[in-house]
């Protein structure tokens, strides 16, 4: 039990799926044979339009084009624009490609074109980023760079120009737009730090890709939201274990974070807590009376087999947790490790191989895994490969990544939850959702996201021991959207409720 399980299937929540830039070029190829690329331009191109045209007031506008696809789709919004009555300009970086689709869009520009300079730039109230969208890279070039830091506003197609579709880093420089208008579906650089902070107002457009490009391209990426995964309700015949028990290990210099972890189980729902302590079980007598406490050695305490979920970690010293999780471990237990369990894993990743979940912060990842040199997600997907469990990698984009490949980006959350102990009350919620039985991938991305949404209801300077009172209601909340989700829609409503982008067509 101490491994993930072996569901491994890919949940059908299409609209939730975020597809890099490279799956994004594939996609468009299979779309392409339903759909012709100059016609998914088109559709692209007059979504930009709109959106401007709902987002300012008539203005003169600069379109930067650049010389691929995503250049093409910006020849499209200019003369939509144009078609509308807005002064428009073009200025391209390079011409596109001859016989390509975007160089046929930009041969149906008729309007004015000026040079690609900072003065342009400068005298325009608009510039419509449509140089390289979310497929660059490398780092752009210092002239272009100059020319977009010379825009007065800005908005993006697809991603503005610089930021790494696949892993939100800005490559040298990206402006800030104040929009970005993208296709289809959402690529991780879109919900990724730092990219995200420089879209601005997202927003979303259904250019006509047909449903079969997701049973050709294998995304293995979504963005954390109820639908990919469903969490248990209540039911007429439940009972305090078919709910799920949690067992905390209690350390004996640092009572309150197992105390954290073990509040957020009882209020996420899990049936029974219990605080498996030992000498140091006088520490928590005094306690929630609804939280047994458990003086035993660890050894006979595991011979209850109803005690499937374990937590190792919070507030336990590297001796504790030494004496503690490889025992765990050896007995088949499904192991949440955290906090404590970091220090003594400390380059020494192997020692983790066995447990289910873990939930490092930033830091405390570095210091077992090493600093991420490919961005958040590759990194987080690389550790749970190489120890065999699900790794949940906290942060503002917190990632969820499964030994699998799969893997979910979470936005649904808020500044409030930076706050000692917030962790705690993380595993906690994540150790109730096992506990009920849930997959350790579903079970950490829907902790992950229920935790947000506590922390949105706690309000703006909560501390952690505040949390605990939302996490029914957030949890409820959790349900009734997933089975919104799951309940049939018609077509035409699957691709409305997500940001997403397109890629270079």
Same mark, same amino acid.
């Given at each position: 039990? %101490?491994?993930?399980?072996?569901?491994?299937?890919?949940?059908?929540?299409?609209?939730?799926?975020?597809?890099?830039?490279?799956?994004?070029?594939?996609?468009?190829?299979?779309?392409?044979?339903?759909?012709?690329?100059?016609?998914?331009?088109? *559709?692209?191109?007059?979504?930009?339009?709109?959106?401007?045209?709902?987002?300012?007031?008539?203005?003169?506008?600069?379109?930067?084009?650049?010389?691929?696809?995503?250049?093409?789709?910006?020849?499209?919004?200019?003369?939509?624009?144009?078609?509308?009555?807005?002064?428009?300009?073009?200025?391209?970086?390079?011409?596109?490609?001859?016989? +390509?689709?975007?160089?046929?869009?930009?041969?149906?520009?008729?309007?004015?074109?000026? /040079?690609?300079?900072?003065?342009?730039?400068? $005298?325009?109230?608009?510039?419509?980023?449509?140089?390289?969208?979310?497929?660059?890279?490398?780092?752009?070039?210092?002239? #272009?760079?100059?020319?977009?830091?010379? /825009?007065?506003?800005?908005?993006?197609?697809?991603?503005?120009?610089?930021?790494?579709?696949? &892993?939100?880093?800005?490559?040298?420089?990206?402006?800030?737009?104040?929009?970005?208008?993208?296709?289809?579906?959402?690529?991780?650089?879109?919900?990724?730090?730092?990219?995200?902070?420089?879209?601005?107002? #997202?927003?979303? /457009?259904?250019?006509?890709?047909?449903?079969?490009?997701?049973?050709?391209?294998?995304?293995? &990426?979504?963005?954390?939201?109820?639908?990919?995964?469903?969490?248990?309700?209540? &039911?007429?015949?439940?009972?305090?274990?078919?709910?799920?028990?949690?067992?905390?290990?209690? %350390?004996?210099?640092?009572?309150?974070?197992?105390?954290?972890?073990?509040?957020?189980?009882?209020?996420?729902?899990?049936?029974?807590? $219990?605080?498996?302590?030992?000498?140091?079980?006088?520490?928590?007598?005094?306690?929630?009376?609804?939280?047994?406490?458990?003086?035993?050695?660890?050894?006979?305490?595991?011979?209850?087999?109803?005690?499937?979920?374990?937590?190792?970690?919070?507030?336990?010293?590297?001796?504790?947790?030494?004496?503690?999780?490889?025992?765990?471990?050896?007995?088949?237990?499904?192991?949440?490790?955290?906090?404590?369990?970091?220090?003594?894993?400390?380059?020494?990743?192997?020692?983790?191989?066995?447990?289910?979940?873990?939930?490092? *912060?930033?830091?405390?990842?570095?210091?077992?895994?090493?600093?991420?040199? &490919?961005?958040?997600?590759?990194?987080? $997907?690389?550790?749970?490969?190489?120890?065999?469990?699900?790794?949940?990698?906290?942060?503002?984009?917190?990632?969820?990544?499964?030994?699998?490949?799969?893997?979910?980006?979470?936005?649904?959350?808020?500044?409030?939850?930076?706050?000692?102990?917030?962790?705690?009350?993380?595993?906690?919620?994540?150790?109730?959702? #096992?506990?009920?039985?849930?997959?350790?991938? *579903?079970?950490?991305?829907? +902790?992950?996201?229920? *935790?947000?949404?506590? +922390?949105?209801?706690? %309000?703006?300077?909560?501390?952690?021991?505040?949390?605990?009172?939302?996490?029914?209601?957030?949890?409820?909340?959790?349900?009734?959207?997933?089975?919104?989700?799951?309940?049939?829609? %018609?077509?035409?409503?699957?691709?409305?409720?997500?940001?997403?982008?397109?890629?270079?067509?």
């Amino acid at each position: 039990m %101490g491994q993930p399980q072996s569901k491994s299937e890919c949940p059908p929540a299409t609209a939730l799926l975020l597809p890099d830039p490279a799956e994004m070029a594939l996609i468009d190829r299979a779309g392409s044979r339903t759909v012709p690329v100059r016609d998914l331009m088109e *559709h692209a191109g007059r979504a930009v339009a709109r959106a401007v045209m709902r987002h300012v007031a008539p203005c003169r506008v600069l379109v930067l084009c650049g010389p691929g696809n995503n250049g093409g789709d910006g020849y499209v919004a200019a003369r939509r624009l144009a078609q509308a009555g807005w002064p428009v300009a073009v200025a391209a970086l390079a011409p596109p490609r001859a016989g +390509g689709d975007a160089a046929a869009a930009a041969a149906e520009w008729q309007g004015p074109r000026v /040079a690609f300079t900072v003065e342009e730039a400068a $005298r325009a109230d608009l510039v419509i980023d449509a140089v390289f969208g979310a497929g660059l890279s490398r780092a752009i070039e210092p002239d #272009l760079a100059a020319v977009l830091a010379a /825009a007065r506003r800005v908005v993006a197609v697809d991603m503005p120009s610089g930021i790494d579709g696949a &892993t939100g880093c800005v490559l040298g420089y990206a402006p800030s737009a104040e929009m970005t208008v993208t296709f289809v579906r959402a690529k991780p650089g879109h919900l990724l730090l730092p990219g995200r902070e420089r879209l601005g107002r #997202l927003v979303v /457009a259904d250019i006509g890709m047909p449903d079969t490009v997701w049973d050709v391209v294998p995304v293995r &990426t979504w963005r954390n939201a109820p639908g990919l995964w469903q969490v248990p309700g209540q &039911t007429v015949d439940s009972h305090k274990y078919a709910r799920g028990v949690v067992s905390i290990c209690g %350390g004996g210099t640092m009572p309150g974070a197992a105390r954290l972890a073990a509040g957020a189980a009882r209020m996420a729902g899990a049936g029974l807590v $219990r605080l498996a302590a030992g000498p140091a079980a006088g520490l928590y007598r005094m306690t929630e009376p609804g939280l047994i406490v458990d003086d035993g050695d660890l050894s006979g305490l595991l011979e209850d087999r109803r005690r499937t979920v374990w937590v190792c970690g919070p507030g336990l010293t590297e001796d504790e947790v030494g004496r503690a999780l490889p025992a765990l471990v050896k007995a088949g237990r499904m192991v949440l490790a955290d906090a404590g369990a970091f220090a003594w894993a400390a380059g020494q990743p192997e020692r983790l191989v066995g447990v289910g979940v873990i939930t490092p *912060h930033e830091g405390e990842f570095a210091r077992v895994f090493g600093a991420p040199v &490919t961005g958040r997600l590759e990194a987080a $997907r690389a550790a749970a490969r190489r120890i065999g469990a699900v790794v949940v990698l906290k942060g503002p984009d917190t990632v969820i990544a499964a030994p699998d490949g799969r893997a979910a980006i979470n936005d649904h959350a808020t500044a409030a939850l930076a706050t000692a102990g917030s962790g705690d009350t993380l595993t906690g919620i994540i150790a109730a959702l #096992l506990a009920a039985g849930m997959e350790s991938w *579903h079970a950490a991305c829907a +902790g992950v996201w229920i *935790h947000g949404e506590a +922390g949105m209801r706690a %309000g703006p300077w909560p501390v952690a021991e505040q949390f605990d009172r939302h996490l029914g209601a957030a949890r409820a909340r959790a349900v009734s959207l997933g089975l919104e989700e799951a309940a049939p829609r %018609g077509a035409d409503s699957r691709h409305c409720r997500l940001a997403g982008s397109g890629g270079v067509r």
